[in-house]
């Protein structure tokens, strides 16, 4: 199992590419054809200027989870944003049993909060920029 182990950084590294991906595959089209997404954010209870929100959040939290920056508070923010389509679209709680209405958004949900909770891995930006702030600074010893 110690292979298993051994392949944590590229396992990472491909779900933060995967989610990112289709992450900014969905959020894409709500900037670019936002008259076509309004309609069914406003049916769905939501004001007409989430569409901007999810779009953004999409685009820019999926680029995010590819390059490997702020991937915790990406991944945190976009699995919020799926617990709120799961709850306000696919309206999970009504009908629990209807896996197929909701087993996508689902799956989004779940692994941006396992990257949320895990991190992005050694190979990531955030490894490269926040490798020096988690080394233990060396205090000079004290001279008498």
Same mark, same amino acid.
Not at 43 to 64: D, K, T
Not at 122 to 139: C, G, N
């Given at each position: 199992?110690?292979?298993l182990e051994?392949?944590?950084?590229?396992?990472? &590294? %491909?779900?933060?590419?995967?989610?990112?991906?289709? !992450? @900014?595959?969905? =959020?894409? +089209?709500? &900037? %670019?054809?936002?008259?076509?997404?309004?309609?069914? !954010? @406003?049916?769905? =209870?939501? +004001?007409?200027?989430?569409?901007?929100?999810?779009?953004?959040?999409?685009?820019?939290?999926?680029?995010?989870?590819?390059?490997?920056?702020?991937?915790?508070?990406?991944?945190?923010?976009?699995?919020?944003?799926?617990g709120?389509?799961?709850?306000?679209?696919?309206?999970?709680?009504?009908n629990?049993?209807?896996v197929?209405?909701?087993?996508?958004?689902?799956?989004?949900?779940?692994?941006?909060?396992?990257?949320?909770?895990?991190?992005?891995?050694?190979?990531?930006?955030?490894?490269?920029?926040?490798r020096e702030?988690?080394?233990?600074?060396?205090?000079?010893?004290?001279?008498?």
């Amino acid at each position: 199992m110690s292979i298993l182990e051994k392949l944590k950084p590229l396992a990472l &590294l %491909i779900m933060r590419f995967t989610l990112g991906v289709i !992450f @900014i595959s969905h =959020g894409y +089209p709500k &900037l %670019i054809r936002t008259r076509e997404a309004m309609p069914f !954010f @406003i049916h769905s =209870g939501f +004001p007409s200027y989430f569409v901007y929100i999810a779009g953004i959040l999409e685009v820019f939290g999926g680029a995010m989870l590819i390059v490997g920056l702020f991937t915790r508070i990406a991944a945190f923010l976009l699995s919020c944003e799926m617990g709120i389509g799961l709850w306000k679209v696919h309206m999970l709680l009504s009908n629990p049993m209807a896996v197929d209405n909701y087993q996508f958004p689902l799956a989004l949900a779940a692994g941006a909060f396992v990257l949320a909770t895990v991190g992005a891995g050694i190979i990531s930006i955030d490894q490269l920029v926040f490798r020096e702030a988690k080394r233990p600074t060396r205090r000079p010893k004290d001279r008498d």
